[in-house]
């Protein structure tokens, strides 16, 4: 019987296919973009195999881009008229199964479907990775920790592979709030593999929730040749960066890693970037700063991908780019377009229909009115919705751009009170960060109280001078 390199038994597949496989995984684990010739080359040598062709499903959606799940759910239903799933072992019958839901735009069903492989399976790497994806796009932090938290103890000590385990695990602590196990499980993960860009990340966004921005620079610039180029995440890690610089107060280097590694005319114009691109520059445009001309063209590229509705947290950044650069009536244009694609018959089990309209639309709405200046509501839509944003996916950081919007609307509505409500719950997370310090000197200047003023700009003086003496970021290569 042919195996994986972690014991799991491989239906229909070869010797030569089970290396393919196997390069595949560690490819996937690393979000290196060999995975995708790797797994052109399983297909090649067992194109009956069910585990082949669910990876090759898996990475059509793993993008959010529409059009490349569209041609891996064509080519999967090809694939799957001709197998009798039924008579599938348990294993391959699981992941063709999470494939098909996942293809379909059940992503709920899917990651259920994995979570159930791996109460059998706890060392299928590939179940465990795609499935901790699937907690991130549908925002559920409990089941990002417990999936992985579940399967650790199937992974002994001395496995290489382990601490691209423990990589993923300290992203779901971090979610779930538990940011000092979080930081212990990243770090020994990068111990053990320093390439392990997904636990780097995990550390990154543990010092980003704390507000321990002078740490998170070091951090990136001590391990900038594992992270910054060649892998798939390498653009998401740079948007962490910048965040760190808008905290020292450095819009300047903030712009300068949006030119060099978010957003220019040599980019790709994927999604997953655009949408850090977009949430860079809203950020800035929240903190009174300008980024010149990089809206518009941000906005050319949403515009001329013409996406359908296909996942709402990329719906949210295309309209943060289209207000940034005052296309209101584009942003208005995808609102009615999504609202008419609700108004249609379609299955329930299509987890964006509740997504785009429980948090998607609302979410749009507010940012539009935003852009008119009609903060009472924005408060209004938001409000609600606060502690309810995780539904539509995303991070916590990814997140808090919308947190910052409901904030910045309070104060400029006059909200006092909500808004002395919202900076103090922010301040007790993040007694550190110089943006709350602001928001606090903002309220108090609207209550007249300048000592109270005086205090908050101290801090946050004190809290971005000390960012600035970590940020020695300069504009990065591709």
Known sequence: MVTDQYGNPLHECTQEA???????????????????????????????????QSFAAYLGALGTEPGDALAARRRFDRYAAGVDVSSLPVRERLHVAAASAWLAGDLLRAGGLLEELSLVCPRDALALAVGHQLDFFTGDSVRLRDRIGGALSAWDAADPHRGLMLGMYAFGLEESGHYRLAEEAGLAAVEQN???????????????????????????????????RGNYLNVHNWWHYSLYALEAGDTGTALSIYDAALHNDSSAGLAMELLDAAAL???????????????????????SRADPPFYAFNDVHAVMSYVGAGRLGEAARLIADRRRWLAQEGPDTVTNRRMTADIGLPVCEALVAHGQGKHATVVELLWPLRRRLHEFGGSHAQRDALQKTLLDSALRSGRHELARV???????????????????ARLADALGDAALAAVARDHERDAAAAAAEACTASAPGR
Do not use: K
């Open 18 to 52: 089970a290396a393919h496989l196997d390069r595949a995984v560690g490819s996937l684990l690393h979000f290196s973009p060999e995975v995708e010739q790797a797994v052109d080359d399983a297909l090649e040598s067992a194109p009956t195999s069910p585990v082949a």
């Open 194 to 228: 320093p390439r392990d860009v997904w636990a780097i990340h995990a550390v990154v966004h543990t010092y980003e929730m704390q507000g321990r921005v002078s740490e998170g620079i070091g951090y990136l610039d001590a391990r900038r040749d594992d992270w910054a």
């Open 281 to 303: 520059l809203w950020r800035i445009r929240l903190g009174g700063g300008e980024s010149g001309p990089r809206c518009g063209a941000l906005a050319d590229a949403w515009a």
């Open 422 to 440: 919202l900076i103090s719950e922010r301040i007790g997370l993040r007694p550190d960060s110089s943006y709350n310090w602001a928001a606090r």
